[in-house]
């Protein structure tokens, strides 16, 4: 076969396929087959890399650290500079806007509002788009290149479609967008627009679009960049060696993250996974899924399993009930039927983690938590502390215990919701199934006030407000 590897990119490449994850099946099918589900059963489909040998890992974090410093766009990449642990060769045709590298804040308000001693928040809507979604995006776009596709499509909550959007404009390849009509932030939206996309606006929602994209992805000519593409989740996964590396290679015991299509969570279980195996940490951490309670067909699921067997190997549920009209405001996690809701349920009983909802109310309040450590972020990524405050309260994340939280989207992609929670008029619009319409209270509440334009009037009100 081929000639053998010479250096660890080289070798990491060598060897990967992309592979059916139903264990009765596990079909092995070419990195460069268009593919998105099992051919042989419909089952889902993962990358797995060949990873480096566990004594030259030893060698990688050093190496991984030295190229952020590095004037070379594929080291400075937060995505690429941990190439050795991604299915391409030694040079790509890597489409970069410099994602990853983001900050892990301390964020003391939140920590008590949860009950926590200590808590640190991985802020992923600090990437290029202000979301999650580029760090994946980076990756099939690199791919859907090495592979010739001239139009890449999604279907979208926004943050995906504006990150492909992005993407594909800098690869000069054409991005077609479904977005589900009226539903979608306007900051979202725009952003799509100004990175060149054609954007067909459904009628219908995020499963309906998803649905549709299914039907395309059969078209040769068209590639597909939903999360259902084992390349997004390898370009995520990267987020999992970041979040090592600033904790010094030692794992915390919990990581928490919201949960939507399911794409994000099963990256970072992918990719501690990986580091686990390669000796690089000695632990996985507890990977837990935040969902909205209007949008939780995960965590029905997971609160309906055999609790006495686990965290142990509980067997992986055949199916998931959808849910048939999600309804939250975290517009990013509004999805009833997640696609890679079986990746990552495996990597949530594999670490002995939990997938739980939390209302909007909870959702909201937190937010507003995230926001006045000076951090912020859309409401969907708040889901995160406001499951941490819930699982403080049962006992499950203890107070010492070392959490990361992941901050998923940034807080300028959804003002509106922000503005309307401080001036007390958020509210949930009546659902389809006959739910009646629920006014969210602004429990921290920020309302601007109206003050004359003099100097006592200001200090005046200022004196108030202390
Ligand atoms: C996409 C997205 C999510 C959901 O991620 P999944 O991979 O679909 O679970 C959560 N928050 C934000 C801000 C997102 O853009
Ligand atoms: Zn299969």
Not at 90 to 111: C, I, K, Q, W
Not at 411 to 425: A, C, E, I, N, V
Request: charge should be positive.
């Amino acid at each position: 076969m081929a000639k053998k590897p010479t250096s660890v990119a080289e070798w990491a490449a060598s060897g990967a396929v992309q592979r059916c994850i139903e264990p009765g099946c596990a079909g092995a099918f070419d990195l460069n087959e268009r593919i998105y589900v099992c051919p042989r059963c419909g089952g889902s489909i993962e990358v797995e890399c060949r990873l480096p040998a566990p004594r030259a890992a030893r060698l990688l974090p050093k190496l991984w650290a030295a190229r952020a410093a590095s004037p070379d766009p594929c080291d400075l990449s937060g995505v690429w500079r941990f190439r050795e642990m991604l299915p391409f060769g030694e040079e790509p045709p890597f489409v970069t806007l410099f994602e990853g590298n983001t900050p892990l804040y301390h964020a003391p308000r939140s920590a008590q509002y949860c009950g926590l001693a200590d808590l640190r928040l991985k802020h992923q809507g600090m990437n290029p788009t202000g979301s999650f979604k580029d760090t994946g995006m980076s990756a099939a776009v690199t791919q859907a290149v090495v592979l010739g596709a001239r139009t890449i499509v999604c279907a979208s909550t926004g943050n995906t479609a504006a990150s492909l959007a992005a993407y594909a404009g800098r690869a000069r390849l054409n991005a077609a967008i479904l977005l589900p009509r009226g539903q979608i932030s306007a900051a979202k939206l725009a952003q799509s627009l100004d990175y060149g996309a054609s954007v067909c606006e459904i009628d219908g929602n995020f499963d309906d679009a998803m649905r549709l994209i299914r039907e395309l992805g059969e078209d040769p000519s068209i590639y597909v960049a939903n999360s259902i593409n084992p390349f997004r989740i390898e370009g995520q996964k990267t987020v999992a060696f970041e979040i090592m590396e600033q904790c010094l290679w030692q794992a915390p015991d919990h990581v928490v993250v919201p949960g939507g299509n399911m794409g994000n969570s099963t990256a970072l279980g992918k990719g501690f996974q990986e580091l686990l195996e390669l000796g690089l940490i000695s632990r996985l951490p507890k990977l837990s899924v935040i969902q909205a309670e209007g949008a939780a067909p995960v965590a029905s699921l997971f609160a309906s399993l055999d609790r006495r067997r686990r965290p142990a190997e509980t067997r992986l549920p055949e199916r998931m009930a959808p849910v048939e009209h999600p309804r939250t405001l975290a517009t990013a996690i509004k999805i009833g039927a997640p696609v890679s809701w079986k990746k990552a349920l495996r990597s949530v009983l594999r670490s002995g983690g939990r997938v739980i909802a939390v209302s909007e109310q909870e959702i909201a309040d937190a937010k507003a938590m995230i926001g006045r450590d000076g951090i912020g972020c859309e409401p969907a990524s708040a889901t995160t502390v406001a499951g941490m405050k819930k699982l403080v309260a049962e006992g499950y994340i203890k107070r010492k215990e070392s959490v990361i939280g992941v901050l998923t989207g940034h807080m300028l992609k959804d003002p509106d919701y922000t503005s309307r929670y401080h001036q007390g008029t958020l509210s949930l619009d009546a659902g389809a199934n006959g739910s009646p319409a629920q006014a969210i209270q602004g429990a921290f509440r920020n309302a601007p006030a109206r003050v004359a334009a003099t100097k006592a009037a200001v200090l005046e009100f200022l004196e108030r407000r202390l």
